[in-house]
């Protein structure tokens, strides 16, 4: 209830405060939540706060030291896909500057707010931004990105604002 109250649907910024949510949701597919929520702080020691050079050179030890991590989300793939994405932001921010990443992610967001959803029935998995976010992300490097993934960062970032109608924390 406190991420929802307090987190979700608010404006994100920054490169590496982006990277953290696009991370944690690819962490996050298949499984609830709840379980990323309650392993947040070691995904945030486990990589180095999500600082994006740090990450982006991470090596085979740290691969190692990840895969044995019993704090976060064990998945090859996922882990992989981290540290590759550090290195395609970090390619990013060289070509485009230090704000790179936000300036992409935001660059997304709808131009008019749509109608409060009343139910989560009607609350979309995908929208057309999501998949245009999908795809700027992908032909910027970056994996584990497909448009449901972006839809839900999106949410969480306070692109879109998904809070149902009558919901106290809407904005």
Not at 19 to 26: D, M, N, T
Not at 36 to 46: E, N, S, T, V
Request: proline residues 4%.
């Amino acid at each position: 209830m406190a991420y929802h109250d307090d987190e979700w649907g608010r404006p994100v910024h920054g490169d590496r405060e982006i990277f953290e949510r696009l991370s944690l949701e690819a962490f996050q597919s298949g499984l609830s939540w709840l379980t990323i929520l309650r392993k947040r702080a070691a995904f945030r020691d486990a990589f180095a706060q999500f600082d994006i050079a740090t990450v982006a050179g991470f090596g085979n030890a740290d691969y190692d030291r990840l895969m044995s991590d019993t704090g976060i989300v064990r998945n090859r793939g996922k882990i992989r896909a981290t540290i590759s994405n550090a290195v395609a932001i970090v390619r990013l921010q060289a070509d485009n500057g230090p704000a790179a990443l936000d300036t992409l992610v935001w660059s997304f967001a709808p131009g008019r707010a749509k109608a409060r959803p009343r139910s989560l029935e009607e609350v979309a998995a995908t929208t057309p931004e999501s998949v245009a976010l999908s795809r700027a992300l992908k032909r910027a490097g970056l994996v584990f990105v497909g448009p449901t993934t972006s839809y839900a960062a999106m949410q969480a970032m306070g692109l879109v604002d998904d809070h149902l109608r009558g919901c106290h924390a809407a904005r």
